[in-house]
Protein backbone atom coordinates (compact mmCIF):
# COMPACT_ATOMS: atom_id res chain seq x y z
CA UNK A 1 0.00 0.00 0.00
CA UNK A 2 3.19 2.65 1.00
CA UNK A 3 5.21 3.39 -1.49
CA UNK A 4 8.81 2.11 -0.50
CA UNK A 5 12.35 2.07 -1.87
CA UNK A 6 13.38 -0.97 -2.70
CA UNK A 7 16.80 -2.61 -1.36
CA UNK A 8 17.78 -5.89 0.29
CA UNK A 9 16.28 -7.04 3.17
CA UNK A 10 19.22 -7.22 5.40
CA UNK A 11 20.48 -3.79 4.29
CA UNK A 12 20.47 -1.14 7.00
CA UNK A 13 19.02 2.29 5.68
CA UNK A 14 21.45 5.30 5.61
CA UNK A 15 20.10 8.44 6.70
CA UNK A 16 19.20 9.61 3.33
CA UNK A 17 17.37 6.50 2.65
CA UNK A 18 15.68 6.70 6.29
CA UNK A 19 14.80 10.78 5.01
CA UNK A 20 13.44 9.98 1.82
CA UNK A 21 11.17 6.90 2.63
CA UNK A 22 9.78 9.05 5.94
CA UNK A 23 8.84 11.75 3.33
CA UNK A 24 7.62 9.35 0.76
CA UNK A 25 4.85 7.55 3.40
CA UNK A 26 3.99 10.56 4.51
CA UNK A 27 3.02 12.16 1.28
CA UNK A 28 1.20 8.82 -0.16
CA UNK A 29 -0.67 8.83 3.67
CA UNK A 30 -1.76 12.27 3.28
CA UNK A 31 -2.83 11.66 0.12
CA UNK A 32 -4.98 8.91 0.80
CA UNK A 33 -6.88 10.70 3.42
CA UNK A 34 -10.22 11.61 3.24
CA UNK A 35 -10.81 15.29 2.58
CA UNK A 36 -12.72 15.78 5.72
CA UNK A 37 -9.71 14.36 8.05
CA UNK A 38 -6.86 16.89 6.26
CA UNK A 39 -5.77 20.07 7.52
CA UNK A 40 -6.80 23.15 6.32
CA UNK A 41 -3.87 24.76 3.57
CA UNK A 42 -3.73 27.99 5.93
CA UNK A 43 -1.98 26.06 8.92
CA UNK A 44 0.67 25.54 6.74
CA UNK A 45 1.37 29.23 6.91
CA UNK A 46 3.92 29.85 9.55
CA UNK A 47 2.90 33.85 9.42
CA UNK A 48 -1.11 32.90 9.74
CA UNK A 49 -0.36 29.81 12.90
CA UNK A 50 1.91 32.71 14.33
CA UNK A 51 -0.23 35.52 14.47
CA UNK A 52 -3.56 32.82 15.70
CA UNK A 53 -0.86 32.28 18.78
CA UNK A 54 -0.45 36.15 19.31
CA UNK A 55 -3.88 36.43 19.45
CA UNK A 56 -4.73 33.73 22.73
CA UNK A 57 -1.60 34.66 24.08
CA UNK A 58 -3.48 34.80 27.50
CA UNK A 59 -4.36 31.75 27.17
CA UNK A 60 -0.84 29.43 28.34
CA UNK A 61 -2.88 26.34 28.62
CA UNK A 62 -3.86 26.36 25.11
CA UNK A 63 -0.62 27.54 23.90
CA UNK A 64 1.27 24.50 26.01
CA UNK A 65 -0.69 21.95 24.84
CA UNK A 66 -0.45 23.49 20.89
CA UNK A 67 3.78 23.23 21.56
CA UNK A 68 3.28 19.54 21.97
CA UNK A 69 1.28 18.58 19.51
CA UNK A 70 3.14 18.99 16.26
CA UNK A 71 6.58 20.77 14.80
CA UNK A 72 4.22 22.77 12.79
CA UNK A 73 2.19 24.79 16.20
CA UNK A 74 5.62 24.12 18.64
CA UNK A 75 7.48 26.70 16.98
CA UNK A 76 4.95 29.55 17.17
CA UNK A 77 3.71 28.37 20.37
CA UNK A 78 7.30 28.74 22.02
CA UNK A 79 7.67 32.08 20.72
CA UNK A 80 4.80 33.66 22.19
CA UNK A 81 5.55 31.52 25.59
CA UNK A 82 8.60 33.10 26.09
CA UNK A 83 8.45 36.09 24.29
CA UNK A 84 7.76 38.28 27.62
CA UNK A 85 9.63 36.90 31.13
CA UNK A 86 9.29 39.13 34.26
CA UNK A 87 12.15 37.30 35.76
CA UNK A 88 15.29 34.85 35.78
CA UNK A 89 13.21 31.96 37.62
CA UNK A 90 11.79 30.05 34.41
CA UNK A 91 15.37 30.71 32.14
CA UNK A 92 17.67 29.67 34.61
CA UNK A 93 14.87 26.84 35.85
CA UNK A 94 16.20 25.13 32.79
CA UNK A 95 19.76 24.87 34.56
CA UNK A 96 18.05 22.12 37.32
CA UNK A 97 21.23 20.45 38.21
CA UNK A 98 23.00 23.88 38.89
CA UNK A 99 20.57 26.59 40.18
CA UNK A 100 19.12 26.20 43.10
CA UNK A 101 16.59 28.74 44.33
CA UNK A 102 17.03 29.76 48.29
CA UNK A 103 14.25 31.62 50.45
CA UNK A 104 15.63 34.06 51.38
CA UNK A 105 12.91 36.65 53.08
CA UNK A 106 10.40 38.97 52.94
CA UNK A 107 10.42 41.79 50.57
CA UNK A 108 9.60 45.86 50.92
CA UNK A 109 5.89 44.90 50.37
CA UNK A 110 5.30 41.88 52.39
CA UNK A 111 6.26 38.98 49.66
CA UNK A 112 8.57 36.55 49.83
CA UNK A 113 11.50 36.55 47.54
CA UNK A 114 14.93 34.31 46.92
CA UNK A 115 17.90 34.04 45.58
CA UNK A 116 18.84 31.81 42.60
CA UNK A 117 22.73 30.19 43.67
CA UNK A 118 24.58 27.79 41.72
CA UNK A 119 25.49 24.61 43.08
CA UNK A 120 27.32 22.66 40.66
CA UNK A 121 28.67 22.38 37.41
CA UNK A 122 26.29 23.20 34.30
CA UNK A 123 25.90 20.66 32.20
CA UNK A 124 26.13 21.12 28.43
CA UNK A 125 23.03 19.10 27.21
CA UNK A 126 21.18 21.79 29.88
CA UNK A 127 23.03 24.86 28.98
CA UNK A 128 22.17 24.10 24.95
CA UNK A 129 18.46 23.55 26.34
CA UNK A 130 18.82 26.85 28.42
CA UNK A 131 20.27 28.48 25.15
CA UNK A 132 17.76 27.78 23.06
CA UNK A 133 14.68 28.98 25.36
CA UNK A 134 16.65 31.94 25.66
CA UNK A 135 17.13 33.18 21.74
CA UNK A 136 12.66 33.33 22.05
CA UNK A 137 12.98 36.05 24.74
CA UNK A 138 11.91 39.53 23.02
CA UNK A 139 11.33 41.60 26.43
CA UNK A 140 12.09 41.06 29.66
CA UNK A 141 10.92 42.30 33.42
CA UNK A 142 13.58 42.35 36.52
CA UNK A 143 11.70 40.29 39.10
CA UNK A 144 12.42 40.15 42.84
CA UNK A 145 15.12 37.19 42.60
CA UNK A 146 18.51 37.46 43.39
CA UNK A 147 21.34 36.41 41.57
CA UNK A 148 24.95 36.34 43.26
CA UNK A 149 28.41 37.80 41.81
CA UNK A 150 30.06 34.50 41.69
CA UNK A 151 26.82 33.01 39.29
CA UNK A 152 27.09 35.81 37.67
CA UNK A 153 30.68 35.16 36.60
CA UNK A 154 30.54 31.85 35.64
CA UNK A 155 27.43 32.30 33.55
CA UNK A 156 29.57 35.72 31.42
CA UNK A 157 31.87 32.70 31.10
CA UNK A 158 29.70 30.34 29.46
CA UNK A 159 28.01 32.92 27.09
CA UNK A 160 31.60 33.73 26.16
CA UNK A 161 30.38 37.65 25.64
CA UNK A 162 27.66 36.81 24.12
CA UNK A 163 24.06 38.33 26.09
CA UNK A 164 21.89 35.64 27.63
CA UNK A 165 18.96 36.75 25.37
CA UNK A 166 20.18 37.78 22.06
CA UNK A 167 16.86 38.30 20.53
CA UNK A 168 15.97 40.78 23.47
CA UNK A 169 14.23 44.19 22.63
CA UNK A 170 13.04 45.41 25.52
CA UNK A 171 14.45 45.50 28.77
CA UNK A 172 13.42 46.53 32.52
CA UNK A 173 15.47 46.45 35.42
CA UNK A 174 14.46 47.57 38.89
CA UNK A 175 16.54 46.53 41.83
CA UNK A 176 19.73 47.42 44.20
CA UNK A 177 23.28 48.02 42.62
CA UNK A 178 24.38 45.15 45.09
CA UNK A 179 22.13 43.34 42.61
CA UNK A 180 23.23 44.35 39.98
CA UNK A 181 26.07 41.60 38.66
CA UNK A 182 23.31 40.12 36.20
CA UNK A 183 22.35 43.32 34.14
CA UNK A 184 25.57 43.85 31.96
CA UNK A 185 24.41 40.00 30.45
CA UNK A 186 21.05 41.31 29.18
CA UNK A 187 22.48 43.92 27.00
CA UNK A 188 21.67 43.01 23.83
CA UNK A 189 22.74 44.16 20.56
CA UNK A 190 18.84 44.13 19.68
CA UNK A 191 17.75 46.21 22.16
CA UNK A 192 15.67 49.09 21.37
CA UNK A 193 14.61 50.40 24.52
CA UNK A 194 15.50 50.38 28.12
CA UNK A 195 14.43 51.34 31.19
CA UNK A 196 16.78 51.01 34.52
CA UNK A 197 16.07 51.92 38.38
CA UNK A 198 19.57 51.30 39.99
CA UNK A 199 19.02 52.32 43.82
CA UNK A 200 21.52 52.06 46.73
CA UNK A 201 20.69 50.41 50.04
CA UNK A 202 21.91 53.70 51.44
CA UNK A 203 19.51 56.79 52.76
CA UNK A 204 20.23 59.25 49.87
CA UNK A 205 21.63 62.70 50.57
CA UNK A 206 20.01 66.06 48.56
CA UNK A 207 23.18 67.72 49.04
CA UNK A 208 23.38 69.21 45.57
CA UNK A 209 27.30 70.06 46.19
CA UNK A 210 28.68 66.85 47.83
CA UNK A 211 29.60 64.13 45.27
CA UNK A 212 26.81 61.90 43.65
CA UNK A 213 25.47 58.70 45.22
CA UNK A 214 26.91 55.29 44.15
CA UNK A 215 23.95 54.42 42.46
CA UNK A 216 24.89 57.55 39.94
CA UNK A 217 28.26 55.83 39.12
CA UNK A 218 26.64 52.45 38.58
CA UNK A 219 23.95 53.95 36.48
CA UNK A 220 26.76 55.97 34.30
CA UNK A 221 28.40 52.49 34.26
CA UNK A 222 26.25 50.90 33.03
CA UNK A 223 25.27 53.11 30.10
CA UNK A 224 28.54 52.85 29.06
CA UNK A 225 28.38 49.01 28.87
CA UNK A 226 25.00 49.14 27.40
CA UNK A 227 26.43 51.82 24.37
CA UNK A 228 28.97 49.41 23.77
CA UNK A 229 26.61 46.97 23.16
CA UNK A 230 23.55 48.56 22.08
CA UNK A 231 24.29 51.83 20.37
CA UNK A 232 20.95 51.70 18.10
CA UNK A 233 19.05 52.35 21.52
CA UNK A 234 15.92 54.64 20.42
CA UNK A 235 13.97 55.03 24.38
CA UNK A 236 15.93 55.35 27.51
CA UNK A 237 14.40 55.48 30.97
CA UNK A 238 16.25 56.42 34.09
CA UNK A 239 15.79 56.58 37.49
CA UNK A 240 18.56 59.47 38.27
CA UNK A 241 19.04 62.59 39.82
CA UNK A 242 20.96 63.57 36.24
CA UNK A 243 24.46 63.85 37.61
CA UNK A 244 27.58 64.56 34.80
CA UNK A 245 28.72 61.29 35.31
CA UNK A 246 24.99 59.96 34.14
CA UNK A 247 24.33 62.70 31.31
CA UNK A 248 28.11 62.13 29.61
CA UNK A 249 26.88 58.83 29.32
CA UNK A 250 23.55 59.15 27.69
CA UNK A 251 24.80 61.45 24.95
CA UNK A 252 26.22 59.05 23.01
CA UNK A 253 23.14 57.70 22.14
CA UNK A 254 22.90 59.10 19.19
CA UNK A 255 19.35 57.30 17.78
CA UNK A 256 17.37 58.31 20.75
CA UNK A 257 14.22 59.51 20.47
CA UNK A 258 12.76 58.67 23.94
CA UNK A 259 14.11 60.01 27.73
CA UNK A 260 12.69 59.50 30.72
CA UNK A 261 14.71 60.67 34.01
CA UNK A 262 13.69 61.40 37.47
CA UNK A 263 14.03 62.68 40.21
CA UNK A 264 16.05 65.64 38.41
CA UNK A 265 18.24 67.81 40.59
CA UNK A 266 19.18 70.02 38.00
CA UNK A 267 16.73 70.61 34.68
CA UNK A 268 19.12 73.05 33.12
CA UNK A 269 21.46 70.08 32.88
CA UNK A 270 18.81 67.92 31.08
CA UNK A 271 18.47 70.89 28.59
CA UNK A 272 22.10 71.25 27.95
CA UNK A 273 21.27 66.81 27.01
CA UNK A 274 18.53 67.40 24.90
CA UNK A 275 20.16 69.90 22.78
CA UNK A 276 23.45 67.03 21.93
CA UNK A 277 20.29 64.42 20.90
CA UNK A 278 19.25 65.57 17.27
CA UNK A 279 16.87 62.52 17.28
CA UNK A 280 14.98 63.33 20.23
CA UNK A 281 10.55 63.24 20.42
CA UNK A 282 9.60 62.57 23.76
CA UNK A 283 10.76 63.88 27.00
CA UNK A 284 9.45 62.89 30.31
CA UNK A 285 10.72 64.89 33.33
CA UNK A 286 9.98 64.54 36.93
CA UNK A 287 12.01 67.53 38.78
CA UNK A 288 13.00 66.46 42.44
CA UNK A 289 10.81 68.85 45.21
CA UNK A 290 13.90 68.83 47.80
CA UNK A 291 16.31 71.79 47.66
CA UNK A 292 20.06 71.13 48.40
CA UNK A 293 22.65 73.58 49.84
CA UNK A 294 23.30 74.63 46.03
CA UNK A 295 20.17 76.64 45.34
CA UNK A 296 18.42 75.98 42.43
CA UNK A 297 19.03 77.32 39.00
CA UNK A 298 16.59 79.94 38.09
CA UNK A 299 14.66 80.97 34.92
CA UNK A 300 17.38 83.33 34.00
CA UNK A 301 20.44 80.53 34.45
CA UNK A 302 18.06 77.71 32.54
CA UNK A 303 19.54 77.60 28.68
CA UNK A 304 16.97 78.70 25.96
CA UNK A 305 16.98 75.43 24.38
CA UNK A 306 15.51 74.25 20.30
CA UNK A 307 14.39 71.14 20.27
CA UNK A 308 13.36 70.36 16.96
CA UNK A 309 12.49 67.50 16.92
CA UNK A 310 10.48 67.31 20.01
CA UNK A 311 6.91 65.84 20.13
CA UNK A 312 5.48 65.03 23.13
CA UNK A 313 6.84 66.97 26.66
CA UNK A 314 5.48 65.67 30.02
CA UNK A 315 6.91 67.89 33.32
CA UNK A 316 6.39 67.47 37.28
CA UNK A 317 8.00 68.73 39.97
CA UNK A 318 7.84 71.90 42.04
CA UNK A 319 5.76 74.74 40.34
CA UNK A 320 8.09 77.90 39.86
CA UNK A 321 10.92 75.36 38.37
CA UNK A 322 8.22 73.60 35.99
CA UNK A 323 7.32 76.56 34.67
CA UNK A 324 10.64 77.97 34.10
CA UNK A 325 11.58 74.82 32.14
CA UNK A 326 8.52 75.54 29.55
CA UNK A 327 9.63 78.60 29.19
CA UNK A 328 13.09 77.80 28.47
CA UNK A 329 11.90 75.25 25.59
CA UNK A 330 11.47 76.04 21.95
CA UNK A 331 9.36 73.14 20.03
CA UNK A 332 7.90 74.57 16.86
CA UNK A 333 6.01 70.88 16.22
CA UNK A 334 5.25 70.21 19.85
CA UNK A 335 2.02 67.79 19.95
CA UNK A 336 1.32 66.94 23.41
CA UNK A 337 2.03 68.88 26.52
CA UNK A 338 1.18 67.02 29.97
CA UNK A 339 1.87 69.53 33.04
CA UNK A 340 1.85 68.24 36.62
CA UNK A 341 2.25 71.00 39.68
CA UNK A 342 1.03 72.91 42.60
CA UNK A 343 -2.81 74.96 42.16
CA UNK A 344 -1.28 78.57 41.98
CA UNK A 345 -3.50 80.28 39.73
CA UNK A 346 -0.22 83.10 39.12
CA UNK A 347 2.28 79.88 37.69
CA UNK A 348 -0.67 78.48 35.80
CA UNK A 349 -1.92 81.51 34.15
CA UNK A 350 1.40 82.53 33.71
CA UNK A 351 2.63 79.14 32.22
CA UNK A 352 -0.39 78.48 29.92
CA UNK A 353 0.43 82.30 27.93
CA UNK A 354 4.17 80.65 27.15
CA UNK A 355 2.00 78.00 26.05
CA UNK A 356 0.09 79.58 24.01
CA UNK A 357 2.77 81.96 22.78
CA UNK A 358 5.30 79.21 21.73
CA UNK A 359 3.20 75.90 21.42
CA UNK A 360 -0.39 77.60 20.39
CA UNK A 361 0.01 76.36 16.59
CA UNK A 362 1.23 72.71 16.56
CA UNK A 363 -0.47 71.54 19.79
CA UNK A 364 -3.15 69.21 20.24
CA UNK A 365 -3.08 67.73 23.71
CA UNK A 366 -3.21 68.99 26.80
CA UNK A 367 -3.08 67.70 30.09
CA UNK A 368 -3.04 69.62 32.97
CA UNK A 369 -2.55 67.91 36.78
CA UNK A 370 -3.44 70.19 40.10
CA UNK A 371 -1.78 69.32 42.79
CA UNK A 372 -3.15 70.55 46.10
CA UNK A 373 -1.71 74.06 47.13
CA UNK A 374 -2.77 77.49 48.50
CA UNK A 375 -5.52 77.90 46.12
CA UNK A 376 -7.81 75.13 46.12
CA UNK A 377 -11.44 76.56 47.07
CA UNK A 378 -13.60 77.55 44.93
CA UNK A 379 -11.59 78.09 41.91
CA UNK A 380 -13.08 78.86 38.98
CA UNK A 381 -12.51 76.91 35.73
CA UNK A 382 -12.37 80.22 33.35
CA UNK A 383 -10.12 81.87 35.51
CA UNK A 384 -7.80 79.52 35.33
CA UNK A 385 -7.84 77.74 32.11
CA UNK A 386 -9.67 80.25 29.60
CA UNK A 387 -6.94 81.15 28.04
CA UNK A 388 -6.77 77.80 26.30
CA UNK A 389 -9.74 78.70 24.22
CA UNK A 390 -7.48 80.71 21.77
CA UNK A 391 -5.59 77.26 20.83
CA UNK A 392 -8.33 76.08 18.41
CA UNK A 393 -6.25 73.03 17.02
CA UNK A 394 -6.57 71.29 20.49
CA UNK A 395 -7.90 67.69 19.85
CA UNK A 396 -7.45 66.13 23.45
CA UNK A 397 -8.13 67.88 26.53
CA UNK A 398 -7.60 66.78 30.26
CA UNK A 399 -7.71 68.75 33.22
CA UNK A 400 -7.20 66.76 36.47
CA UNK A 401 -7.75 67.83 40.00
CA UNK A 402 -5.43 66.11 42.30
CA UNK A 403 -6.51 65.04 45.71
CA UNK A 404 -8.29 67.70 47.49
CA UNK A 405 -8.15 70.38 44.80
CA UNK A 406 -11.29 71.52 42.94
CA UNK A 407 -12.50 73.65 40.06
CA UNK A 408 -15.86 74.89 39.51
CA UNK A 409 -17.41 74.73 35.92
CA UNK A 410 -20.35 76.26 34.93
CA UNK A 411 -22.46 75.52 31.90
CA UNK A 412 -20.73 79.26 30.36
CA UNK A 413 -17.49 76.68 30.48
CA UNK A 414 -18.66 73.98 28.23
CA UNK A 415 -20.34 76.46 25.49
CA UNK A 416 -16.59 77.91 25.22
CA UNK A 417 -14.94 74.37 24.91
CA UNK A 418 -17.38 73.14 22.58
CA UNK A 419 -17.08 76.73 20.43
CA UNK A 420 -13.44 76.85 20.51
CA UNK A 421 -12.45 73.35 20.08
CA UNK A 422 -14.48 72.21 17.17
CA UNK A 423 -12.01 69.31 16.48
CA UNK A 424 -12.13 67.96 19.75
CA UNK A 425 -11.55 63.87 20.79
CA UNK A 426 -11.14 63.66 23.78
CA UNK A 427 -12.56 66.08 26.82
CA UNK A 428 -11.80 65.22 30.83
CA UNK A 429 -12.91 67.59 33.31
CA UNK A 430 -11.50 67.36 37.13
CA UNK A 431 -13.96 65.20 39.34
CA UNK A 432 -14.64 68.00 42.27
CA UNK A 433 -18.60 67.45 42.94
CA UNK A 434 -20.26 66.75 46.50
CA UNK A 435 -22.33 63.42 45.86
CA UNK A 436 -25.58 64.79 45.55
CA UNK A 437 -23.41 67.01 42.44
CA UNK A 438 -24.82 70.34 43.73
CA UNK A 439 -21.76 72.08 42.90
CA UNK A 440 -21.87 70.82 39.46
CA UNK A 441 -22.98 72.17 36.02
CA UNK A 442 -26.15 71.07 34.95
CA UNK A 443 -27.23 67.45 32.55
CA UNK A 444 -28.42 69.80 29.94
CA UNK A 445 -25.23 72.13 29.67
CA UNK A 446 -23.57 68.53 27.67
CA UNK A 447 -26.13 69.97 24.90
CA UNK A 448 -23.27 72.27 23.38
CA UNK A 449 -20.50 69.50 23.32
CA UNK A 450 -22.93 67.20 21.67
CA UNK A 451 -24.23 70.40 18.99
CA UNK A 452 -20.71 71.60 18.29
CA UNK A 453 -18.01 68.50 18.80
CA UNK A 454 -19.17 66.23 15.87
CA UNK A 455 -15.46 64.11 16.35
CA UNK A 456 -15.48 63.75 20.00
CA UNK A 457 -15.34 59.89 21.22
CA UNK A 458 -14.40 60.10 25.09
CA UNK A 459 -15.94 62.14 27.59
CA UNK A 460 -14.76 62.14 31.25
CA UNK A 461 -16.82 64.94 33.87
CA UNK A 462 -17.95 65.06 36.79
CA UNK A 463 -21.52 63.59 37.98
CA UNK A 464 -23.51 66.81 36.16
CA UNK A 465 -26.38 67.98 38.03
CA UNK A 466 -30.02 66.49 37.71
CA UNK A 467 -32.30 69.25 38.42
CA UNK A 468 -33.57 70.58 34.71
CA UNK A 469 -34.82 66.72 34.44
CA UNK A 470 -37.31 66.82 37.15
CA UNK A 471 -40.34 66.74 36.21
CA UNK A 472 -42.81 64.68 33.62
CA UNK A 473 -40.79 64.29 29.95
CA UNK A 474 -37.64 65.02 29.06
CA UNK A 475 -36.78 68.17 27.75
CA UNK A 476 -36.35 68.32 23.72
CA UNK A 477 -32.58 67.84 22.09
CA UNK A 478 -31.79 69.41 19.12
CA UNK A 479 -30.63 66.64 16.44
CA UNK A 480 -27.14 67.03 16.05
CA UNK A 481 -24.54 64.48 14.74
CA UNK A 482 -22.19 62.65 17.42
CA UNK A 483 -20.25 59.65 17.32
CA UNK A 484 -19.35 59.55 20.86
CA UNK A 485 -18.07 56.48 22.26
CA UNK A 486 -17.76 56.40 25.69
CA UNK A 487 -18.66 58.72 29.11
CA UNK A 488 -17.12 58.37 32.33
CA UNK A 489 -19.46 59.62 34.70
CA UNK A 490 -16.49 60.70 37.88
CA UNK A 491 -17.44 60.89 41.96
CA UNK A 492 -21.27 60.78 43.36
CA UNK A 493 -24.05 59.51 41.82
CA UNK A 494 -27.66 60.72 40.82
CA UNK A 495 -30.68 60.07 43.00
CA UNK A 496 -32.10 56.88 42.63
CA UNK A 497 -35.44 57.74 41.28
CA UNK A 498 -33.44 60.47 38.79
CA UNK A 499 -31.03 57.77 37.80
CA UNK A 500 -33.02 56.51 34.66
CA UNK A 501 -34.28 59.48 33.82
CA UNK A 502 -30.40 60.80 33.07
CA UNK A 503 -29.05 57.39 31.64
CA UNK A 504 -32.22 58.36 28.83
CA UNK A 505 -31.40 61.70 28.13
CA UNK A 506 -27.73 60.82 27.72
CA UNK A 507 -28.72 58.73 25.04
CA UNK A 508 -30.77 60.95 23.36
CA UNK A 509 -27.69 63.52 23.20
CA UNK A 510 -25.20 60.78 22.30
CA UNK A 511 -26.78 57.80 21.43
CA UNK A 512 -23.70 55.46 20.46
CA UNK A 513 -22.15 55.99 23.54
CA UNK A 514 -21.45 53.80 26.71
CA UNK A 515 -21.61 55.46 29.86
CA UNK A 516 -19.35 54.21 32.72
CA UNK A 517 -20.42 55.13 36.49
CA UNK A 518 -18.22 55.75 39.37
CA UNK A 519 -19.77 55.78 42.60
CA UNK A 520 -16.41 56.99 43.95
CA UNK A 521 -13.51 58.91 42.48
CA UNK A 522 -11.68 55.64 42.91
CA UNK A 523 -14.14 53.41 43.23
CA UNK A 524 -15.96 50.36 41.20
CA UNK A 525 -16.79 51.01 37.35
CA UNK A 526 -20.45 49.76 36.41
CA UNK A 527 -21.28 49.27 32.39
CA UNK A 528 -25.35 50.95 32.26
CA UNK A 529 -25.80 50.17 28.75
Avoid at 477 to 497: F, H, N
Wanted: hydrophobic fraction near 40%; glycine fraction near 4%.
Amino acid sequence: MYASIKRPSNTPLTKRQLTAETTSRSTTMSAELPAANRAHHVWDITEVVREIMKQNASDLETLAHCARVSRGLSEPALEVLWEVQHCLDKVLGLLRSSFKKVPCGINRFGLSHHDLVLCDAITDEEWARMLRYARLVRVFVSGEERVDGLAATVLAWRLNGQPLFPNLKQLTWTGSIEGSAMLPLLFSPMLRNVSLSLVTNERPSHNTSAMPPASEYVCGTALAILHSRAPNVIGIELWTSASLCTVDRIVNFRYLSSLNMGPVDDPGAVLELCRSLPRLTELTLDIAYYIGVKPRPTHSQLPETLLYCLRRLTLSGPPGIVVSFVEAVHAPFLHLLDLKFEAVMDLWKRCLEVILARFGASLRNFTAGLEDGREVDNCSFHDWFSSLYNMRGLRQVSIESLYETSLNIVPQDLEDMASAWPQLRFLGLPSSVEDDGSSAFPITALQSLAANCPRLRRLAIPLPHHAPLVGLTLPPVSASQTYLKEICILSGRWPQEMREKCIAYLRLLFPCANTVLMNEEFGDMDDDW
